[in-house]
């Protein structure tokens, strides 16, 4: 978890399997995006604590251990009712329990998703 560079937009990712959230990274890095990654919920607050000045996005698996993507969600938007977030998952049972016209930073990218979406939905929340 290493934020290097203050003039890139600095995207958070989480995501309990380290391949997707290294994946991620190397794709978001290959478009000019630089990358956080959070393996956990805990993981992720630190990190947004530690970079909030420079998160642009918050990439959010809702699948995870130790600390729910959706109990992160709701940690997050503590912390900043604003910064984008989009839930990645591929199971609807918690998505069900978000309201998404009460949150217009809050989207969603279903997994698995292609190269071409995930830069999307980055492109369509931060423009750089």
């Known amino acids: 978890m290493a934020a290097n560079n203050d003039s890139l937009?600095?995207?958070?990712?989480?995501?309990?399997e380290v391949a997707i959230r290294e994946a991620v990274r190397d794709i978001l890095e290959l478009a000019g995006v630089e990358a956080v990654l959070a393996a956990n919920g805990h993981e992720a607050l630190e990190a947004f604590n530690r970079f909030a000045h420079r998160v642009r996005l918050v990439i959010l698996d809702l699948r995870m251990p130790v600390m729910s993507g959706l109990d992160t969600y709701h940690h997050l938007r503590k912390l900043n009712a604003t910064v984008p977030i989009v839930l990645s998952s591929g199971y609807d049972e918690k998505i069900a329990e978000l309201d998404f016209a009460h949150d217009p930073q809050l989207s969603m990218l279903r997994k698995p998703?292609?190269?071409?979406?995930?830069?999307?939905?980055?492109?369509?929340?931060?423009?750089?």
């Open 9 to 16: 937009p600095l995207v958070l990712v989480v995501d309990d």
């Open 113 to 128: 998703y292609a190269l071409d979406d995930l830069l999307d939905t980055v492109r369509s929340v931060i423009a750089y």
